[in-house]
Nanobody, 111 residues
Framework: QVQLVETGGGLVQPGGSLRLSCVAS????????MSWHRQAPGKERELVAMFTGGGGTYYANSVRGRFSISSDNAKSTLYLQMNSLKPDDTAVYYC?????WGQGTQVTVSS
């Protein structure tokens, strides 16, 4: 059974940092089929970051230069390091593998 469990969300002040984790189980961990997404209130879910072929990465324009995706294959864990957070980053953040989604973790950026 595929499971994706996100942790690391919380309340942070503008300019702060958080690191999200997504622990995967029930399948062969493959970073190239995994991605981070987010959904803000009243908005559609959007792709935030993912690994691309050839060892590259993709970031949404709104987070490029501030967020960083990484992984620990030995722990079957995907990470999203988020720096210089802004109120517009407030959303529920989801980990995805193919058609499977985690339950999400809430990130709130507010003073």
């Amino acid at each position: 059974q595929v499971q994706l469990v996100e942790t690391g969300g919380g309340l942070v002040q503008p300019g702060g940092s958080l690191r999200l984790s997504c622990v995967a189980s029930g399948f062969t961990f493959n970073i190239y089929a995994m991605s981070w997404h987010r959904q803000a209130p009243g908005k559609e879910r959007e792709l935030v970051a993912m690994f691309t072929g050839g060892g590259g990465t993709y970031y949404a324009n709104s987070v490029r230069g501030r967020f960083s995706i990484s992984s620990d294959n030995a722990k079957s864990t995907l990470y999203l390091q988020m720096n210089s957070l802004k109120p517009d980053d407030t959303a529920v953040y989801y980990c995805r593998w193919l058609t499977h989604w985690g339950q999400g973790t809430q990130v709130t950026v507010s003073s």
